[in-house]
């Protein structure tokens, strides 16, 4: 990225998909943009990093539940609370399009899950996937699910160590 690359906020984001002003992908192989750790800002009183290292379908569906928990007790409101998911190892299988060439080629049941994370992509959930992640699995970034919502950081746990260093408090299921 480069510095002096407009980094939208949390509230023209939303706003913008609110209007239905969302611009498509271009490409049927484009990937999530990639952010700098200094690009993710902290923009709500209340924030909060999920961190994702996990492939386990359960485990998974069970932290997008707390995540909807979460949203519900601050009445949904996209402005009052912030959430994020670090995802690195084999939690980024839940944010690919397909699990062909991967490892985990067999757990169909993974990529079901997404349907619930866009869902709570409306109240600003933000997904950070793991660079490492992708280059040591030799997994094309173009696998993964480009949304407007998710994008690439060096490393997933450098990028945990980051959130919290600004503010963010740290939950993770299991």
């Given amino acids: 990225m480069t510095d002096n690359a407009v ?3 949390r509230r023209g984001l939303l706003a913008a998909a609110a209007s239905g002003l969302a611009v498509a992908a271009t490409s049927a192989a484009a990937a999530p943009k990639e952010l700098n750790l200094a690009d993710i800002k902290k923009e709500a009183d209340v924030a ?3 961190h994702c290292d996990f492939g386990d379908v359960a485990r998974f569906d069970q932290m997008l539940t707390n995540i909807a928990n979460h949203y519900s007790a601050y009445g949904a409101d996209p402005f009052a609370l912030q959430l994020a998911i670090v995802a690195h190892g084999a939690g980024v299988k839940f944010f690919l399009k397909d699990l062909e060439g991967t490892s985990w080629v067999g757990d169909s049941a993974a ?7 866009e869902a709570l992509a409306k109240n600003g ?3 950070h996937l793991c660079e490492i992640t ?3 699995n030799k997994i094309d970034k173009t696998k993964a699910r480009d949304v ?3 994008s690439f950081v060096p490393s997933g ?3 945990v160590a980051a959130l919290q260093a600004k503010g963010f408090a740290y939950l993770k299921v299991g």
């Fill in 48 to 50: 909060c990093v999920y």
């Fill in 148 to 150: 407007p919502f998710a």
């Fill in 134 to 136: 992708f280059q040591r």
């Fill in 125 to 127: 959930l933000k997904i």
């Fill in 111 to 117: 990529l079901k899950a997404f349907d619930r994370v």
């Fill in 7 to 9: 980094i939208p906020s």
């Fill in 157 to 159: 746990v450098a990028a």
